[in-house]
């Protein structure tokens, strides 16, 4: 995220606020968007847990959308080897 006089963004990241009602999470959302617009900082994101339903709403009424989706998913370990005793490429799913 760019910082610094001549930024636009400004974030609010979940990870480390203590808020946890979503109509709370709303209220500080709109203080700080007031004093990030004055200053110039007219683009705004958050990152938001999709585990937690009720905030994931909370952002969506206050006009966000959903553009990215990150996911961490365990792999098997494997053994198995090409005949010519090299690992083969990963290939997608489909």
């Known amino acids: 995220m760019p910082t610094g006089p001549g930024a636009t ?7 480390g606020h203590a ?4 109509e709370l999470v709303r209220d500080l959302y709109a203080v700080a968007a007031e004093e990030w617009f004055a200053r110039g900082r007219d ?3 958050a990152l938001v847990p999709a585990t937690d339903p009720e905030l ?6 206050l006009s966000f ?3 990215h ?11 198995s080897a090409s005949p010519d ?3 083969r ?4 799913g489909g």
């Open 69 to 79: 989706a990150a996911a961490i998913q365990e792999t098997p370990e494997s053994t």
């Open 56 to 61: 994931v709403d909370a952002w969506f009424r």
């Open 19 to 22: 808020v946890r009602e979503p």
């Open 65 to 67: 959308g959903a553009q």
């Open 9 to 15: 963004t400004s974030g609010w990241k979940y990870a």
């Open 43 to 45: 683009k705004h994101y």
């Open 89 to 92: 490429p990963a290939r997608g």
């Open 85 to 87: 005793g090299r690992r």
